[in-house]
């Protein structure tokens, strides 16, 4: 094998595909990534077994067809200290040589056959989503995940699939976060799996892989694995196993209190109540009385804060405790200009934001009886 | 002044306070001798049977064949040591319990208020037998190492006054296993040195010490000279709670380590409840019987006061180190740290069937009101699930 690259852009492969490359592992050939330079494309292939990723590399001339395992970490640096725009990439003797310039690096590999096979997208059935609004979606439910939870499948997002529109849901049981989106089906009469947990981690890697040029992203849903194409990349995950909850369910459905607001002052007033909370007292109290929403908070040996900020609201006064983190992470992912309403039954009951554009985030308040 | 208060005999004594058919009949708190059994605790009439806690329950049976065999109630003796713990707290608010049986207070501050530390000792050990039926032994000295080597002295219902200004001479001429941290490897060290009561260790120089037996014998030396500046903690101050129990005989059986383990649990779990904490760090604590000694924790994804999580952790945590067979144990220990006061609970959207806390809030509320007997866990020391009590 022999080709000759565009350094920047094979850099960019590189960050991309070391996304899924595990820094410990059993298996010491899942720190090496893949390069396969066949039918005129050059393809960086990396898997943790668990997310695999395939990145076509743009602007690769293949002098001779091949492929080759490479250290990652020590690619990664070369390419960040070479200076040239040019980098040249040959196999020979079971040694990979890598040229720029006036340098040259010498690197032992392995054998390429020993690396797991990272599926490529060739599926006829598939979902159709446009980039924009499926980065969004990630962003709006992937930090609601509970990695950790071993009861139910919260280490992921669920997709619930339909022909023209998709829900993604995700929770850690204190929060839960849902939006809907658009999309069309290619090919599909009955859907093999209609609602997958796709994991974290392979959301997260669509969300950075998906640029602006990419317009459409196709996801193809099998039992157990799902198939991601984002323009040149296609991602390989593993769906996680187990029973996501009814989230329908914990959506408060008719709340006595709607109040309407807008993102940045509420999110400043939410940070600066946050201010003076400590681990131990986490809770900031949302009072909610005519004209006024008040967020008191204290925490021993720090002091306590008042924020207030003028809200369209009439009735009796209500108070609910919140830890502020919830609401935090879901008002970053918003636009600061755009509106959005807060409803709620009592202090004592999950809360439910919702914007204008399908988004529905429910919070349940801290308590203090126990 | 620090007092030291040992329960004689614990949960033998409550067993035989309880049950008065019971009372001055050879007794022994543990599991079945049919399954792999141990011996919980046991009360004076069996002792002179030469019958101790930690042995198996069929061994201690062909010692003493009319022993009665009762099945452990850790919940009932929990309950009478909060209650001991209840008169503790009026004379002072600094109780550090060491485990269910044991707990150092320290009267310094109510001495104008009581009277001496002496007069304390007394009171506290008049109003245990006059209000719960119950003996202790006694430890009074100016820190905690000499109270509790006090308090063992003079076993069972015994007071013993360490004088802050002979100190050595009540040191003196005991042998040096009394010290923390002297057992059989250390003590034959020392045996074979000549060094055989503490007055002697005392003799030896600090350097030779630190050469023989690195940081501890820094300690060693600290001990000999009657020297420990440890503090009494109490439970709502403390950064972290354990229990640990020295086992009298080497353990090697992994069943019951677990048993024990799972005694230890409950023991930390409710003492985090009773004090509205919550710990986020499980550790347990094994030494071997060559002394050395591992820890092993996790840090749990949020703050717990739940037994059935800390007991999850907790039997993991023993299980990753129990990986040699034929391996034998000394000490046992449980904690809880990285503690936090809990004001603030958040709630859920999904109910976590692994969420005991209803059943654990609702089964203190009912040992708090009615006592225990209804409510129980189905393993206990040594006794499989479905034994129930027994006699013999």
Not at chain 2, 108 to 124: D, N, P, Q, R, Y
Request: glycine share 6%.
């Amino acid at each position: 094998m022999r080709i000759q690259c565009h350094r920047p852009s094979l850099a960019t492969a590189f960050q991309v595909v070391s996304g899924v490359v595990p820094s410990r592992t059993p298996r010491e050939i899942l720190k090496n990534v893949k390069l396969q330079a066949i039918d005129g494309k050059a393809v960086l292939i990396g898997t943790d077994q668990e997310v695999g990723i395939r990145y076509e590399i743009p602007g690769v001339e293949i002098e001779s067809p091949g492929e080759t395992l490479l250290p990652t970490n020590r690619l990664i640096s070369i390419l960040r200290e070479l200076q040239d725009e040019g980098v040249n990439i040959e196999v020979s003797d079971g040694r990979v040589m890598v040229r720029s310039g006036q340098s040259e690096f010498g690197l032992s590999a392995e054998d390429p056959a020993e690396f797991p096979e990272v599926a490529a997208f060739d599926a006829e059935q598939y979902h159709v989503v446009t980039g924009e609004a499926i980065q969004a979606g990630i962003r709006r439910t992937s930090f609601a995940t509970d990695v950790e939870s071993t009861r139910y499948a919260m280490g992921g997002i669920l997709l619930e699939l339909k022909s023209d529109s998709v829900a993604l849901a995700a929770t850690d049981s204190r929060r839960l976060a849902v939006c809907h989106l658009a999309c069309r089906s290619h090919g599909i009469e009955e859907p093999a799996n209609p609602s997958p947990v796709i994991p974290a981690k392979a959301m997260t890697l669509i969300e950075r892989s998906i640029s602006d040029e990419i317009e459409e992203v196709l996801i193809a849903v099998h039992a157990n694995d799902v198939l991601i194409k984002c323009g040149n990349t296609t991602i390989y995950s593993r769906l996680v196993e187990g029973r996501f909850p009814k989230y329908a369910d914990v959506i408060p459905k008719d709340p006595k209190v709607t109040v309407d607001l807008v993102v940045a002052p509420f999110y400043s007033a939410v940070r600066q109540a946050q201010i003076v909370t400590n681990e131990e007292s986490r809770g900031v109290d949302f009072v909610f009385s005519n004209g006024l929403l008040t967020l008191n908070s204290q925490a021993a040996d720090i002091g306590q804060s008042k924020v207030e900020l003028p809200i369209s609201y009439d009735g009796d006064e209500l108070a609910i405790t919140f830890d502020p983190r919830y609401v935090a992470e879901f008002l970053r992912v918003l636009d600061s200009e755009k509106p959005l309403t807060l409803s709620l039954i009592d202090g004592e009951s999950a809360a439910v934001f919702r914007t204008d554009d399908a988004y529905t985030y429910v919070v349940m308040p801290l308590s203090r009886d126990r | 002044m620090i007092l030291h208060v040992d329960m004689d005999a614990f949960y033998a004594s409550v067993e035989e306070r309880d049950r008065p058919e019971l009372a001055g009949k050879p007794l022994i708190v543990g599991g079945s001798p049919e399954g792999r059994g141990v011996v919980a605790a046991a009360n004076y009439a069996v002792r002179k049977f030469g019958v101790h806690s930690a042995m198996p329950t069929a061994t201690a049976l062909k010692r003493c064949p009319h022993a009665i065999v009762v099945r452990p109630r850790m919940d009932r003796y929990a309950d009478v040591s909060a209650a001991i713990r209840d008169l503790f707290i009026k004379y002072t608010p600094l109780v550090e319990p060491l485990s269910l049986d044991e707990a150092f207070l320290d009267v310094t501050g109510s001495e104008g208020l009581f009277g001496s530390a002496v007069e304390i000792a007394h009171k506290l050990k008049r109003e245990i037998r006059e209000s719960l039926k119950l003996v202790a032994s006694v430890g009074v000295a100016p820190n905690k190492f000499l109270a509790k080597i006090a308090s063992d002295l003079d076993k069972p219902d015994g007071l013993v006054v360490v004088d802050p200004d002979r100190v050595q001479e009540f040191l003196a001429p005991l042998p040096v296993r009394r010290l923390w941290g002297v057992g059989r490897v250390t003590g034959r060290v020392l045996e074979q040195l000549g060094v055989g009561t503490i007055g002697q260790l005392r003799q030896m120089p600090l350097d030779e010490l630190r050469q023989r037996f690195g940081k501890s014998g820094e300690h060693l030396w600290e001990l000999a000279h009657g020297i420990d500046d440890r503090a009494v903690i109490p439970d709502h101050e403390a950064k972290s709670i354990s229990h640990e129990t020295t086992f009298p005989a080497d353990i090697e059986d992994p069943e019951v380590l677990r048993a024990c383990l799972l005694g230890l649990t409950e023991q930390v779990a409710r003492r985090l409840r009773q004090q509205s904490l919550r710990g986020r760090v499980v550790q347990i604590k094994l030494r071997f019987a060559d002394f050395r000694t591992i820890t092993r924790s996790k840090k749990l994804p949020q703050p717990t006061d739940s037994t059935e999580l800390l007991w999850q952790t907790a039997s993991k945590l023993l299980a990753t180190s129990l990986t040699d067979t034929h391996v034998s144990f000394r000490l046992l220990g449980m904690g809880v740290s990285d503690i936090e006061h809990v004001r603030l609970s958040q709630g859920t959207l999904f109910d976590d069937p692994q969420d005991h806390s209803q059943l654990d809030a609702v089964s203190d509320t009912i040992r708090d009101r009615f006592g225990t007997d209804a409510i129980q866990r189905g393993s206990s020391l040594g006794g499989g699930a479905g034994s129930k009590k027994e006699t013999r």
